[in-house]
Structure formats: C-alpha cells, structure tokens
C-alpha cells in the first residue's frame, strides 16, 4: 500500500470513527435539520408551463426566431375543429359564428379567425371592399352555391378553414406570446368548449396545449412514479434483505437524498420540465444502489467477534473508496450530458448528478451513525444462503472452467447488437411524445387526418440588399418558390403576403381569377393600398411595415423532425432555384426549433458519450492505477451498450432528447458494479486468480445482484410515465443494468481468469 493509499485509509477510518461516537449524535441532528429545510422547498418546485428548456439557444437559431416574433408576433397558435355532416347549413353556422364570438372575448387571445368572420377582398361600388367570405343567408340551393363558389374562389381561406369533404370547419386561435396569460386563455377555451359545447364533435390542438398538456401530465406522473418508486422499491429491498432495517434505512437515505435534491434544485429558481421530471425517480433509484452495499457490508460482519462499532468502522473503510468512485463515476456520466445544447437536458444531467454525490454523503453520514445503533447481525439470519448464492457459485465455476466460451459468446452477442445500431433512426415527433390514449394525441391526429397541416415551418424571405420586396418580379419568384413548395408531398398548404396581394389585384382589375398584376405600376398601387389600409394589425403578421421582410408560412402534415429536416432541406433547394442568388430564405419557428435540435443528437450523444467514458475510465485508472485492469474493465461496460443499441434498432425506437440519454447515463452506472467486483477482487488475490474470482463472485455478487435489480426495478417503474421517451429511457436503461450484471459476473471474471492477472498486488 502506498502512503498515500494509507493516508486516505487512516483519515476515512478517522471519520468514520467520530460518525460511531462523538459526532453520532450531532451528525443525526445536522441531516434531520437540513432535510427539513430543503424538503420545504421540494414539496414547491414548480412545473414548466413553456417549452423554453427543451429547444436549443444557439446564437443564431434563436436570433433568427426572436428577429421573426419581432416583426412577425407569436407563431403558436390552436387549432379548433367542429365537425358536422350539415356544416354550412344554416345552424350549424351560427354555432361556430358564436364560438368564435366567444372565443375572441376570452384572456390571452389576440385573434380568431372562422368560416363566419373570414373575410375576402372584391370589386365594390366604390372600389375594393372587405366582405364576409361566407355570405348572407339567402332561401334554397342558392346559398349553398354562393359557399361553394366563395371558397372555391378563395383557395388559400378555404384549405385553412374546412375539409375537402365540407364537414369539418377549422378555428384558428391566435395566443399572446405571455405564458401566464396563454395558461389562463387555454383553460378558459378548454372550460368553454367541455361545457357548452360538448354536444358538439369538437378537437382541439396547438403547440400550446401540447406545452399545458406536458405540464399536467408531469404532475400526474409526480403523483404516480414516486409512491409506485418507493412501494416497488421496498418491496424489493424487504424480500431481499428479510429485515425492517434494511428496508426502513435504504427508504430513509432515499427521502433524504430527494428533499436535498430537489429542494437545492428549487431554490436555484428551476421548474421540472419533461426531461427533469426524471430527477425523483433517479436519484431515488441510484440512492438505494449505494445503501445496497454498506448494508451489505454491514451484513458481512454477522458472526465476528469484538466491538460492533470497531467492526462497522473497519467494514465500512474497505467500502469507502469503492462507494465513493461509484458515485463518482455515475455523477461524472450524467455530468457530461451538460455537453448538450439543450436546457432540459444539461439540467438533468446537473442536478442528477449532483443529487448522486448528494446520496453518497447521506449514506456516509446516517448508515454508520445508523446502524451502530444496531446490535450485530446474528449468523443465523445471514442472508447469504440458498438459491441466489447456488446460483453464484456456478457463475463463479463457469468463468473459472470456461473462459473462453463466456467470451466468445459475450463478443458475438455484442457484434449482433452493433449490427443494430444502423437501423436506429434520429426523430423527434412532439405528438408522438404522448401516448395514443390521450386526447391530445386523439385530437391532433383527427385534425391530420380532416384537414392536415397541424404544424407549421416558418420562413423569413428578404432581399440580400435589404431593398423593399415590391417589384413584380421578386413576387413572381416568390409565387413559383409557393407552388413548388405546395406540390411536395408532406405540405399541407402555404400561405404569405402573395394571397392578399392576388385577391386585391382580382378585386382592383374586377376578374374572377386570382393573379399578380401584369406590371410593376399596377403592383405598386396595391403596395400603396396595403399601406392604407386600416387592418395593418393583421398585415403586419405578414410583412413588416416596409416591405422588406416577408413572411412564409408552411403549414405540414404531423411528421417528426427527421421527415422535417428533409422537408426544410428540399424547400432551402426549392428557394435557391426558383429565387436565385438575390434572396435570403431563412427557416425559423417554435417546431423549427425542435427540428434543428433533433438534428444536433447524434452529434451531443457522442460527446457526452466519449467525455462520459474518458472521465469514467480516468476514476477507475485513480482507484486501481491499473492499464490491466483499466482496459479489462472495458469490456463488460461496452458490451451492455452495444446490446441496448441493437435492442433499440430491432426494435425500431427512434433517437429523440430522452433515449439520446442513455449511453451517457448507462456507462458511469455499469461501471459501479465493476469497481465494486474489482476492488474485493483485490483483497482476495494472493497470486490464484482462479480462487479470487471464486471468492468475490459468491461473495460480492449478491450485492451487485441486489443492486442491479433496485435499479431494473426503479427505472422500470418510469415505465408508467405519460411520455415515450421517458418510457424508453427508463426501461431501457433498466434493461442495461442487466446486462450490465452478466458481463460483471461472466465477461469480467473471465477476462481476469482469462489473462491470470498480476495486478492483484498491485496496491500492496
């Protein structure tokens, strides 16, 4: 042993010396204290009602969206479909003429826009007027013509405001961009709607309700996953251990490393979101991995004679560095998801890891004070008999006689699982995020399937001299870069200053078709019209007062970001060749966002991957300064990753914020076990591999069993949240722990017996 190995062994054996005795007391005092004043502050944390943490803040992305809100206003609006078979008769008119009336009074609406207040520009006795596009009322077949020919006249109003089977109106609600007030309005519309219209077949959807949505569903997840967490848990824990104290004491060191969590990530001024709604379940779960092996420790000591506190104190120092490294190595994993640009997620990977170290020196502090309090553990309630140690103690002769073999078959395993990585594709879908039985979900897809367009890319069109858009050749560019974009398959339909432009022209030249005008003379008098006109505050949601900036709305099908990432791309190529060099197109927008973000995955997942992995392997280098052992310990951490990767590729689960997670969260909890196995490994070593795996297989891995099945079970239990990704990433996650398990007891002490390692002695 080094000195400075017997430095640290001399002051751990000194705290844990005062942590049984004099410090016993008052340490219990200080942590009961402390967690009452955090868990003030854990039962307040707040639920996001933005989506302001799951989208990147690039430089230039969002300057590009705050420069579009500028000119343009708030992009996120609801969409409020009422079928009927009788749509434009007479009564059912008058139904959604009053929702929308009543629409247009609530909090937080700054605009409504239906079949009954749409309205179309013609040729009048004075000149152009505004007229209802829905016109008065008249007896017989004469009315329904007069609808059929408005909205056939008017294209562009008509593929936003009904279905081509004339059953289904649309209602556009456009939002103040203030999130309190949204919260108010939507509630309010959501009340109105459930109760005087649920006669009425209604859906409703909208970027905005998909963020209230998100935020209902993680208070309903709190109110599930948590107590599912600790009943699941205990159980476990109960079964297992076949003691009230080790059940009652992983609880404790539980709730405690929950309230210090939480309520320090509360007072630092943050909300849960979709991706930190994780936080209480992990560190729940990687609260109780740690408690597992100081119980364990404490277990192992049944039967030994001398002072109990001497024979905690000693126990508990073998355990100290490996449960401190263990800690460190999961923090130093979910540390380097902060590599990522997404808010959400750098959070997570934050306070999570935070939260670890937290555990780990709740479990330093209370398990010794604890359990000294505690009289031994008598031999004959030792739990390390029966089936769990038969059954380790043929892994153990199974890596001992066959080597060869467990590597082989590890390895080819691991080369199915790389095989289907290739078949993991990179989307995020937001609808798709919830489950198909909730409304939500119901809503957005009948409005797809009725009308289509439930989302919407913005584009922001300039000249590259910034001179006005007002000469007929940039609108002609702009009206074959619009029917081009129409044409492409996942487009719903399109919409921008053109449409306002034709109808005034049609009405100005009294014509029944909709067209540009045939100079830049006749075009520069509509420009003139359109600056008087007294409705600018609808004009300037498509262009800025001088006519320089326009505005693109691209209103596509409910795809994910791949699809959409492919859909921007193929418009970019569109605009560069029906526009030319002259013209700037930039792509913006709240789902823009997403899919730029969804985009930058694979590349944040391989950073926070390989800065996961070097900080990881640098601990283990620390611990047992060790090449050997270092690139041994290798294989049973990657493997477990490559089968997860193929896991998810056969299973075609897609690459998106919450399963982009895994592999940096996996490799600093796969590695635990695998300090832990190495380190009591160390101590049995005298020179016979053979026998030293023997020992610390039956010996170390019912707790590495134990602790690989709390942590199965506790992400498991993430399995009941509203959120896929969350379901991906909590199951399987779970399942890597058990493959993590297998490669621990069969890859590793394989590997050991395989290359009859010296490095046993290494630390002497």
Request: glycine share 6%.
């Amino acid at each position: 042993m080094t000195d400075s190995h017997k430095i640290a062994f001399n002051a751990i054996g000194s705290l844990l010396s005062w942590l049984v005795g004099k410090g016993r007391q008052g340490t219990l005092f200080v942590v009961l204290a402390t967690t009452l004043f955090l868990a003030f502050f854990a039962l307040q944390v707040p639920i996001e009602s933005s989506n302001v943490s799951m989208v990147s803040h690039t430089k230039e992305l969002q300057g590009n969206y705050d420069n579009f809100r500028k000119i343009f206003g708030n992009d996120e609006v609801l969409l409020l479909a009422i079928t009927d078979p009788d749509l434009l008769e007479s009564e059912s008119l008058q139904t959604i003429n009053r929702i929308t009336q009543e629409l247009t009074q609530i909090e937080g609406v700054t605009r409504v826009l239906s079949l009954t207040n749409a309205e179309q520009l013609v040729a009048g006795d004075f000149g152009v007027e505004l007229i209802p596009l829905i016109p008065e009322q008249d007896a017989g077949k004469n009315y329904q013509i007069a609808i059929s020919k408005a909205l056939e006249q008017n294209p562009v109003l008509a593929q936003l405001l009904v279905s081509k089977d004339l059953k289904t109106s649309m209602i556009i609600i456009d939002l103040t961009g203030d999130i309190d007030q949204q919260g108010r309005g939507l509630a309010a519309i959501e009340t109105l709607l459930s109760s005087d219209y649920s006669n009425k077949d209604w859906h409703l959807t909208g970027i905005p309700l998909q963020k209230l949505t998100v935020s209902r569903l993680i208070q309903r997840d709190q109110q599930v996953i948590i107590p599912f967490s600790v009943l699941a848990l205990g159980t476990l824990l109960f079964l297992v251990f076949r003691r009230f104290s080790g059940l009652l004491l992983p609880l404790a060191v539980m709730a405690i490393s929950l309230c210090w969590t939480v309520g320090i990530y509360t007072l630092c001024g943050f909300s849960l979101n979709t991706i930190t709604a994780l936080l209480p379940p992990v560190i729940m779960v990687l609260s109780v991995s740690t408690t597992v092996h100081l119980y364990n420790g404490w277990l192992q000591i049944a039967g030994k004679s001398g002072d109990p506190k001497l024979l905690i104190i000693e126990e508990f120092r073998e355990l100290f560095l490996p449960c401190l490294f263990t800690a460190l190595t999961t923090a130093l994993g979910l540390v380097s998801l902060t590599v990522s640009s997404i808010p959400a997620v750098k959070l997570f990977g934050a306070f999570s890891a935070l939260g670890v170290m937290l555990s780990f020196a709740v479990n330093i502090l209370l398990m010794p004070a604890l359990l000294s309090y505690l009289p031994l553990p008598k031999i004959s309630r030792r739990y390390d008999k029966g089936r769990l140690n038969a059954l380790l103690q043929a892994t153990a002769k199974l890596t001992v006689n066959h080597p060869r073999l467990v590597m082989i078959m590890s390895l080819l395993l691991a080369l199915a699982g790389l095989s289907g990585l290739s078949q993991i594709n990179n989307n995020t879908d937001l609808i798709r995020f919830v489950k198909p039985s909730e409304k939500i979900y119901q809503d957005t897809m009948f409005i797809e399937r009725a009308v289509g367009g439930v989302n919407s890319l913005e584009f922001i069109l300039t000249r590259s001299d910034n001179s006005s858009l007002t000469r007929l050749d940039d609108l002609t560019r702009v009206d074959k870069l619009q029917s081009s974009i129409n044409g492409l398959q996942q487009v719903a339909g399109s919409y921008s200053l053109l449409s306002v432009i034709k109808q005034l022209n049609r009405a100005e030249a009294n014509q029944d078709q909709l067209s540009l005008p045939d100079n830049d003379k006749d075009l520069l008098y509509l420009f003139d019209l359109l600056e008087t006109s007294p409705n600018q505050k609808q004009l300037r949601k498509l262009t800025n007062p001088e006519f320089t900036t326009l505005r693109i709305n691209v209103r596509i099908k409910a795809i994910g970001s791949a699809d959409a990432a492919d859909l921007v791309s193929r418009v970019e190529q569109l605009a560069r060749r029906d526009l030319g060099n002259d013209y700037d197109l930039r792509p913006t927008g709240e789902f823009y966002q997403v899919v730029v973000d969804s985009n930058r995955l694979v590349s944040n997942v391989a950073r926070s991957f390989c800065l996961s992995l070097s900080m990881v392997l640098a601990a283990i280098f620390i611990l047992f300064r060790s090449f050997k052992l270092l690139a041994m310990a290798l294989i049973p951490n990657l493997v477990p990753l490559a089968w997860t990767g193929g896991l998810m590729g056969y299973l075609h689960i897609d690459l998106s914020t919450g399963t982009a997670m895994i592999a940096a969260v996996v490799i600093g909890l796969t590695v635990d076990s695998t300090i832990h196995y190495l380190a009591r490994f160390q101590r049995e070593y005298q020179g016979d591999s053979k026998q030293a795996v023997t020992i610390t297989t039956t010996a170390t891995g019912r707790a590495l069993t134990i602790s690989a099945l709390v942590l199965f079970l506790g992400f498991s239990v993430g399995g009941l949240s509203s959120f896929l990704p969350t379901i991906y990433f909590s199951l399987l996650t779970g399942v890597t722990m058990l493959g993590a398990l297998v490669c621990d007891l069969l890859v590793l002490p394989a590997s050991l017996v395989l290359f009859n390692t010296k490095e046993g002695s290494a630390s002497e």
